[in-house]
């Protein structure tokens, strides 16, 4: 039921405001996606400037080079730091991942006790301000490194990222637990299971969309950390938020606009991934009854 | 026996009692198999918990202890302190403290502590530090009586507010850095007083810091709910093109989104030109959009715009569009029917955006540090200076204690209000 298209009887006033409202609409959604939109050109400037050039304005292909995108990929420092992101998001992602998904489970039972606090004290990670976390996790790594070198070393930084990315995991997971019906573990047992077939047949099939949607955002999470990697990690740890960070705030040079149309490209991936997902799980859940 | 409970009858009375078929009463049971239930939830979440425990609940109870805990002075300065603990702060100690304060400094040089004690001493009254490292330097040379030595080196060596300074800080617990966060601190008398003028800037910041995200608040307010409106209204297939146009901003790096900000918007960047090429400014009046508090509040509005869109979506979705059809059949106007029906229900979705964004705006600290400039930096960058430039913990986690005490007491009314189970990304 639309109720934006004008009605036939409408008069003036309505037709001017309902148009009003349209350009209205439209400006907002330039100001989400303009930003984005408009790095995208300009990381194909022949000239080291961050705006657009005539030449590029007249579409002249000498004012476009791919140059910038060569200097991404000949600098070893870039190779390193993108290597390192994925590296590091990759480990929490799991370690988050796997620590969401069975604490999400607990959670979705009517027997778990005082789950309000839990569920409170699990999902605080994405509450509290980074640069608290990042100040914390400081402080303990430096109480820590006698016993085990957790400053400057992948672990730490893997450890820290994975904290931040399980409150993504708890919420996705307990979302799509929560139109779960549980007796189909029930009729599982009943036919002869054991609880772990129960999980990898039964559960597992069904809650996937949601674990894989929550370790896309806890990837991103890590992929797209800096803070704690300035407080923990050292120059051997350094990721590409990190290196964009540096170039922004000394020397800032093309290079980080063909950097970012490079993460745009990958955000656009996963946000198609997870709008798949969501789908095939809206269209899941649409089928069994209640 | 049908089944596996049975009824049975004791004494004379009738009592039922139930019981499961091996006789035990199917109340204990019945409680038993819930407690083995209520383990099992309970042990497929304690790895999480233990995790979160170890790397972030404990870190950030480490953090606030930092900002209360002050062993250095107590350590390193035990003849000084053991005196002054008797000192009444009437008038400059006696000769016995100086030596004792001779003593500690020509020891605390030995052990080469004396450059961290006199760091300490200067965060709490600016300018001890040379005074410390001095005396440290001369008093190995010096013999009683240090006094008037002391006093002629130093002339501060002979006013009260020095001596109060070290006996303040003397304590291996102290409320001194919650103070400074306050921009107060401990006068000669003991009293809580402000500090001078020139020096008082972590209110202001606060306050700043809460002015910042009260307009980002607002702004997403303003522009999330008429795009939220459409998106409801529109049908599935349309919303869910439009849907993409939130959600991409969302998905994509925070880093590339300020980045794009500082291009489109800095004096030599594309808005300036676009402007200057249709004539509205000439080259001469480019705008500084940029690199301060107006380019932080831009950026940050369209980087939380998504966390007031996606709240206030679903909560549209949920009023019925016969609502407003009735509000109209009754008379009211198009307009007084969306503003005395619509707008009311949508108030969930509103105020649930409106915390979240705020919540999430107070603590920021990538954008402001990248676009703020000088008058756009917010308590977060503040902290990240004093952890990693001043090197004053002390303080930083002070005001980190105060930023977690406001996030935390809007997390719980946030948890009251909407619930955190109704937090959504997506």
């Known amino acids: 039921m639309s109720q934006i298209s004008l009605p036939d009887h409408a008069g003036p006033v309505e037709t001017v405001w309902h148009w009003t409202y349209i350009a209205i609409c439209s400006l907002i959604f330039l100001f989400l996606i303009a930003p984005i939109l408009v790095i995208i050109p300009l990381s194909f400037n022949a000239e080291p400037y961050f705006t657009f050039t005539s030449g590029m304005m007249s579409l002249d292909p000498e004012a476009f080079s791919m140059r910038w995108y060569e200097d991404f990929m000949n600098k070893e420092i870039w190779q390193r730091s993108i290597a390192n992101s994925f590296f590091i998001a990759f480990f929490a992602t799991i370690l988050a991942t796997v620590l969401g998904t069975l604490a999400s489970l607990g959670l979705s039972r009517s027997e778990m006790p005082n789950k309000g606090l839990f569920m409170g004290l699990l999902i605080s990670p994405m509450i509290v301000p980074v640069i608290i976390t990042a100040a914390g996790i400081f402080f303990f790594y430096a109480t820590m490194n006698d016993y085990i070198p957790l400053t400057g070393s992948y672990l730490g930084v893997i450890i820290a990222h994975a904290v931040l990315g399980t409150p993504f995991v708890v919420i996705t997971v307990t979302a799509t637990l929560s139109g779960f019906d549980h007796s189909l573990t029930r009729a599982g047992a009943m036919l002869g299971a054991d609880p772990t077939t129960v999980f990898f047949k039964i559960i597992m099939p069904l809650i996937l969309p949601g674990v894989i949607s929550g370790a896309l955002f806890a990837f991103v999470t890590s992929f797209d950390e800096v803070v704690v990697v300035l407080f923990v990690a050292s120059v051997e740890q350094q990721t590409i938020p990190r290196q964009m960070w540096a170039g922004i705030r000394e020397s800032i040079s093309p290079t980080i606009l063909s950097v970012a149309t490079i993460l745009i490209c990958i955000s656009i991936c996963l946000l198609a991934t997870v709008e798949l997902l969501r789908r095939r799980s809206e269209r899941l859940r649409g089928m069994s009854p209640g | 026996m049908v089944g596996p409970y049975s009824l049975s009858y004791r004494g004379g009375e009738m009592s039922e009692l139930l019981t499961t078929v091996d006789g035990r009463p199917l109340k204990e049971a019945l409680a038993n198999a819930e407690r083995s239930k209520r383990i099992r939830a309970v042990l497929l979440v304690l790895p999480l918990f233990v995790f979160i425990f170890f790397s972030f609940l404990y870190p950030i109870a480490l953090m606030l202890y930092r900002s209360v805990e002050n062993p250095l002075i107590a350590e390193h300065m035990v003849e000084t302190v053991a005196i002054l603990e008797n000192w009444d702060v009437k008038e400059v100690p006696s000769e016995e403290a100086f030596a004792a304060l001779a003593n500690d400094l020509v020891a605390a040089r030995k052990t080469r502590e004396i450059g961290k004690i006199a760091t300490r001493l200067n965060f709490e009254t600016p300018g001890l530090r040379s005074v410390i490292t001095g ?292």
């Not at chain 2, 102290?174 to 401990?186: E, G, I, P, Q, S």
């Not at chain 2, 008082?200 to 910042?212: E, K």
């Not at chain 2, 990693?388 to 986690?397: D, E, I, R």
């Open chain 2, 135 to 426: 005396t440290g330097r001369k008093a190995a040379r010096w013999g009683p009586p240090f006094k008037e030595q002391f006093i002629a080196y130093r002339s501060e060596w002979g006013e009260l507010e020095t001596w109060a300074t070290l006996k303040r800080l003397s304590p291996t617990i102290t409320t001194v850095n919650y103070l400074a966060a306050v921009d107060r601190k401990l006068n000669v008398e003991g009293n809580v007083v402000q500090i001078d003028e020139n020096y008082q800037i972590y209110v202001d910041l606060f306050m700043r810091t809460a002015w910042m995200s009260i307009l980002v608040t607002l702004a997403c307010v303003i522009l999330g709910f008429p795009i939220a409106y459409m998106l409801a209204s529109l049908p599935l297939r349309q919303s869910n093109m439009l849907m993409i146009l939130v959600l991409l901003p969302f998905w994509t790096s925070l880093l590339v989104r300020t980045t794009s900000w500082i291009v489109l918007l800095q004096t030599q960047g594309v808005l300036n030109d676009l402007m200057v090429w249709v004539g509205i400014i000439n080259d001469a009046q480019r705008i500084q959009l940029i690199f301060n508090a107006q380019g932080t509040v831009i950026a940050m509005t369209q980087i939380l715009l998504p966390f007031v869109v996606l709240p206030l979506y679903s909560v549209m979705k949920t009023i019925p569009p016969s609502y407003l059809r009735a509000a109209e059949s009754l008379g009211a106007h198009r307009f007084l029917a969306f503003w005395r029906v619509y707008v009311p229900n949508t108030l969930p979705g509103v105020g649930a955006g409106c915390l979240l964004v705020f919540i999430l705006a107070i603590g920021y600290y990538i954008t402001p540090a990248l676009v703020g400039g000088q008058d756009g930096q917010m308590i977060s960058n503040m902290i990240a200076f004093h952890m990693q430039k001043s090197l004053n913990w002390g303080l930083a986690a002070a005001l980190g204690g105060l930023l977690l005490l406001g996030v935390v007491l809007l997390y719980w009314v946030y948890n009251k209000l909407v619930g955190i189970d109704r937090l959504q990304m997506g």
